[in-house]
């Protein structure tokens, strides 16, 4: 029966249904060939989005789309090129170090690969770098958005594993996506070298460095309130959210004076839309949720791995290899919606901590949006940058070891997610 559900579900994918539509008629076949009461799919989707946690969700889109428009993204550019764009290859430093920054803020890698994507590839196009060196290089630090808090996958991660905080989440997600960061910074250093990549003719004086510093200070300290704020107890995960809507709006409306009734109106449609695409996948994976547990797949799963695949270390090296395929298929929110529930009694089984196996699952979804023959944030910057698809997947190549190989140290070295929730406490 499980079987059949699954073909079913991939079939209707492969004939170009959007993801949306094949998790939705498929939990309407599922419930069918169950002789389940049809009445009950309006109840789960119901049940599935009624949670307080889920709030931060529209409230941290919002403060991203008020920092977007106000301006920020281009300040935060500014400061990095002051900073590195002297250096050999510069312009893709300034690429990384800006999605790292900027993943404070917008927790996407959508937004990033949409927002600064623009301004890093037209920037190093001008300055003499091929095209799709610089298109695979916002694609590859893009992913970095959903890694550093905050972060709306791991909003969502907290709330399906159950026993998991947001905000042991967001302390997790700041050492894994440093160290993604790096190894990418290590690539272009070799790449640039290699090639001779042009840099800035002259070094930014340190005047200069330090006024771009303070432009873009204010939307850097967001990411350190909303983590200072939870740790020390002032205000719960859910509560930053506002915290940091409102922080958004005093900076860019009475600070930095770049944001008009006019673009705060137009954020506010951007996070509506953007909010509803993500509450609806919620919504149906909630009720094909429902459906998997009721076939006892995850029982099924459990069972299989204690018999064949009796260690935490092949468990996690299936986990990444399952992950990475599904990642380059299925966007993060519903490929984490439906796997978690299977997965994570497994991993709970053999003695993995949800924390450090949410982080895994995470990391792994983000790669798969830039891993050929899919990746969807291969789609997102071929638009921006105009450039054919076929030449996203040569250029995004030179990344993929380095990302792999930084997935491999956070799999098996689990104090890279850990130990700064434990340390903090």
């Excluded at 069918?32 to 009624?50: E, S």
């Excluded at 953007?274 to 459990?302: C, D, F, G, K, Y």
């Excluded at 891993?371 to 030179?398: C, D, E, Q, R, W």
Aim: glycine residues 8%.
């Amino acid at each position: 029966m499980a079987f059949i559900i699954l073909l079913f579900f991939i079939i209707t994918m492969l004939i170009g249904l959007p993801v949306l539509f094949s998790m939705g008629i498929t939990s309407i076949f599922a419930f069918g060939i169950l002789g389940g009461n049809l009445q009950i799919i309006p109840l789960k989707m119901f049940t599935g989005v009624d949670n307080f946690v889920y709030l931060a969700i529209p409230l941290f889109i919002l403060a991203s789309e008020i920092m977007t428009t106000g301006g920020i993204t281009q300040r935060i550019v500014h400061f990095c090129n002051n900073l590195v764009g002297h250096i050999t290859g510069g312009l893709a430093y300034v690429n990384i170090l800006a999605s790292i920054f900027f993943a404070g803020i917008s927790g996407s890698a959508t937004a990033d690969a949409a927002g600064l994507g623009k301004i890093e590839i037209d920037m190093m196009e001008t300055a003499g770098y091929p095209k799709k060196f610089a298109a695979s290089t916002t694609a590859a630090s893009a992913i970095i958005g959903p890694i550093i808090p905050p972060s709306t996958i791991m909003i969502i991660y907290a709330v399906v594993a159950g026993n998991v905080s947001v905000s042991e989440m967001f302390l997790a997600g700041f050492i894994p996506g440093m160290l993604i960061g790096i190894a990418e910074i290590i690539t272009v250093f070799i790449v640039a070298k290699k090639n001779g990549y042009p840099k800035s003719e002259r070094a930014a004086t340190l005047r200069e460095v330090w006024n771009s510093f303070v432009q873009t200070l204010p939307s850097l300290l967001l990411p350190i309130i909303i983590i200072v704020g939870i740790v020390s107890g002032i205000f719960t995960a859910t509560e930053s959210a506002a915290v940091a809507v409102l922080y958004a709006l005093l900076v860019t409306k009475f600070i930095l004076k770049t944001l008009n009734w006019k673009d705060f109106y137009q954020a506010l449609v951007n996070t509506a839309k953007t909010t509803a695409n993500v509450m609806v996948i919620i919504a149906i994976s909630t009720a094909m949720a429902w459906v998997i547990t009721a076939l006892r797949i995850p029982q099924t799963v459990t069972a299989f791995f204690l018999n064949y695949a009796n260690s935490p270390l092949l468990f996690l090296l299936f986990v990444n290899f399952l992950l990475l395929i599904v990642g380059m298929l299925l966007d993060q929110s519903p490929a984490l919606l439906i796997m978690v529930p299977i997965l994570l009694p497994v991993a709970l089984q053999f003695g993995i901590d949800p924390l450090h196996f949410g982080i895994v699952v995470i990391i792994n979804l983000c790669i798969g949006l830039v891993t050929p023959p899919v990746g969807m944030t291969l789609f997102v910057t071929s638009n921006v940058a105009k450039l054919k698809l076929t030449h996203m997947y040569t250029g995004i190549l030179i990344y993929l070891p380095a990302l792999f190989i930084s997935l491999l140290l956070i799999t098996f070295i689990p104090g890279l997610a850990t130990w700064l929730p434990s340390v903090v406490g």
